[in-house]
């Protein structure tokens, strides 16, 4: 019996050669763009964002070209509440936030994935660059062949359910490959430039976001060195995040970097880019991705997107935590951002430093 597969469809070139794979293998394939806001509710213009008429209109086209149902499904609601609010409310608390991480697990593996169920299809795809494999009952997730563009690190939260459920068509290729089919198919979008920014703040300004979103202003603090002195003004928490050299505000006569921020006092501390190493972090709402894990596991670690993973030992703590220390230092491990580790191409795990 032909396989069902939801093919989720973001209007951008990986997606549509996603969909354009699994039909040629004989899937029987719907296209699925999620409603993630509306662009008034961010206060940008509609050409901005990810989310925007156009990109529907070219995921459409796409799935029309491909003799392909297509529909949009409204998430709004769960996309404000798990990722929105979330993404401020960790600003707001001195982390930085990873809101694509949470995009992925709370939309497109869980919300895409009811959908999934309750039209009874077979399979979720997506335009990932990163893959799944299967052996002796277990599925693992793997990097992409093209280690410049693996995506494997947003997707370290997936379950075994889902991953038996997942299909990941772009682990095998290149971004080149994948631009290079999209042309010979004639899709619009095969020159269409990939979206580097958070899809809701498409400027980059997430200060100037979360104060237009939520109607709060932040109240101004001090810059102190890790001996408590003070070194100027700071004009409000949420604008600052670990290792950041640029506006400041404040000339100090040598570089200085944001090293912690303290909510409770309103501080912003900063150090110089030596004291911003550290060897060791600790990781909170763990999800593991191999069978059985040992108490002590030598492995690779990454601790934000883009970075080569370094070697390190993961520690299971009695709480469910783990604990990592790298072999070496790393430079501005920041709250709130997620650490996976590695074995080769195996995603063993990751988590939320806290």
Not at 169 to 198: C, H, M, T, V, W
Not at 291 to 302: G, H, N, V
Not at 316 to 326: A, D
Request: aromatic share 12%; glycine share 8%.
């Amino acid at each position: 019996m032909c396989k069902k597969a939801i093919i989720a469809m973001s209007g951008g070139v990986d997606s549509s050669v996603a969909a354009f794979l699994m039909k040629e293998k004989g899937f029987d394939c719907i296209g699925a763009t999620m409603k993630l806001y509306d662009n008034e509710d961010i206060s940008v213009s509609k050409e901005k964002t990810c989310c925007s008429l156009d990109d529907i209109e070219d995921a459409r086209a796409v799935a029309r070209r491909l003799s392909m149902p297509y529909y949009v499904f409204n998430f709004k609601d769960d996309f404000k509440e798990k990722v929105i609010d979330k993404f401020i409310s960790t600003y707001e608390n001195g982390g930085t936030p990873n809101p694509c991480i949470d995009c992925n697990r709370y939309l497109k593996f869980k919300k895409l994935f009811q959908r999934m169920e309750e039209l009874e299809y077979d399979y979720v795809v997506t335009g990932h660059y990163a893959k799944v494999v299967e052996k002796d009952g277990w599925f693992y997730l793997k990097k992409a062949v093209d280690d410049t563009k693996d995506q494997s690190y947003v997707l370290y939260s997936l379950t075994q359910n889902q991953l038996s459920h997942i299909l990941l068509p772009l682990g095998e290729y290149s971004k080149a490959e994948i631009r290079e089919i999209a042309e010979e198919q004639g899709f619009l979008n095969a020159r269409k430039k990939d979206s580097q920014d958070i899809c809701f703040v498409p400027d980059g300004d997430y200060a100037a976001f979360i104060e237009g979103y939520n109607g709060k202003t932040y109240p101004a603090g001090n810059f102190i060195d890790k001996q408590g002195n003070v070194l100027g003004q700071h004009q409000g928490i949420i604008r600052y995040t670990n290792g950041q050299r640029k506006g400041l505000g404040v000339a100090f006569g040598k570089p200085m970097y944001v090293a912690d921020k303290d909510i409770n006092h309103n501080t912003v501390t900063l150090c110089t880019n030596e004291e911003l190493f550290s060897d060791e972090l600790t990781a909170d709402d763990f999800n593991w991705l191999i069978p059985d894990p040992a108490k002590e596991i030598k492995c690779k670690a990454r601790v934000r997107y883009n970075m080569k993973e370094q070697p390190a030992t993961a520690y299971i703590l009695e709480n469910g935590r783990v604990k990592i220390v790298f072999d070496a230092p790393q430079r501005a491990i920041t709250k709130g951002q997620a650490v996976v580790l590695y074995d080769e191409d195996t995603v063993l795990g990751g988590g939320t430093i806290i």
